[in-house]
């Protein structure tokens, strides 16, 4: 079944082009895995043979950026680590798609610190936020799916999509504050 | 509440008397003995530590720095740096302890003279990480040490992170940098 039941008797179909092109991209999508922490995990998790994201063409990880034309940030990244992430997204192939995976990279999680990007949209566009923390790989491959879906109705990324910093907290709201006494064991 | 430290760590009596003329204060904890110099005397005894055959300790685990920044009771220092030895020979661990007091102030990356120890990698090759990592969180320099960079922050950063006048969210680092959009290649 699949695209043979549209092929009539006589052998040939009538479609757009953008269409056969868009729907040969979104059936063999390249991630490229950035995996820093867990969610890198259910990411390998998402691409084994229990939940199988080749059912959606997306099994092939590329680990060149050159080769791949999708890029799942997976975990946290702190801010030594933005210069490489964002050559590996200017280094991938055009048209490129960006999925935010879990909660770190796309608000900082928990890790709201002076080193942890909050929100990795904050530097280089990004398409299809999965929250989760981590997420299941069924919320991943629904994260592939809307890629897909976002291709089937787009083709390419919107031109110009620029992200600014939120600057949600330049000003420090961190006020150190006196210890009761005699918190541990042995103070005297 | 707070028991009296028991202070009967084969390894003070041999120091005391290897050092008469070194001011040695010590503490214990649940069996945990801890031993504080002057920032001075701090390298021959930590050498004699290593060499002696009755210490003996060939290992150093960590070197740990501490803010006592608004700590709940008096201290002896603003800073503190904590050697943590261990001997594998006679299985054996003791805690080196200095105190340090900043004489410049503590929100900036300058180098302060009073942030100074002499560094232990002549002693333990394997402090030569740790005393970076100290260096990096905290600003206290190490005299002699082979390469005394920043090790897990970048270069240019702006502050000492793990002092305690600087705040957990940082000063703006994590939100400065550039922006790539959908045209950059």
Known sequence: MGIEAAITAEGFATTQLTKVMNWSRRSSLWPMPFATACCGIELMATASSRYDLARFGAEVMRFSPRQSDLLIVAGRVAIKMMPVLQRIYQQMTEPRWVISMGACASTGGVFDTYATV?????????????PGCPPRPEQ?????????????????????????????SVAPTHEVAPQPIGVSLGAS | MASKPNLDHPVFKIVKEAFPAVRFRATEFRGQSTLIVEPGNLHK????????????????S????????DYPTPMPGRFSVI???VSYTRDDRLFMKVFLDPSLPTDGIDEDPALYLDSVCDIWPGAEWTEREVFDMFGIRFRNHPDLRRILLWKDYPAHPLRKDYPLRGRGERETYRVIDRTDA
């Open chain 1, 118 to 130: 909050q929100g990795v949209d904050q530097f280089i566009p990004v398409d299809v936020y999965v």
């Open chain 1, 140 to 168: 991943l491959i629904e994260g592939v799916m809307a890629i897909q879906r976002h291709i089937d109705e787009e083709g390419l990324p919107p031109v110009g999509g620029k992200r600014v910093p939120l600057n949600i």
């Open chain 2, 83 to 85: 050697y943590n030895l």
């Open chain 2, 62 to 69: 960590d070197v740990i720095g501490i803010d006592y920044l």
């Open chain 2, 45 to 60: 005894v930590l050498a004699f530590l290593r060499h002696d055959d009755r210490c003996d300790f060939n290992f150093l």
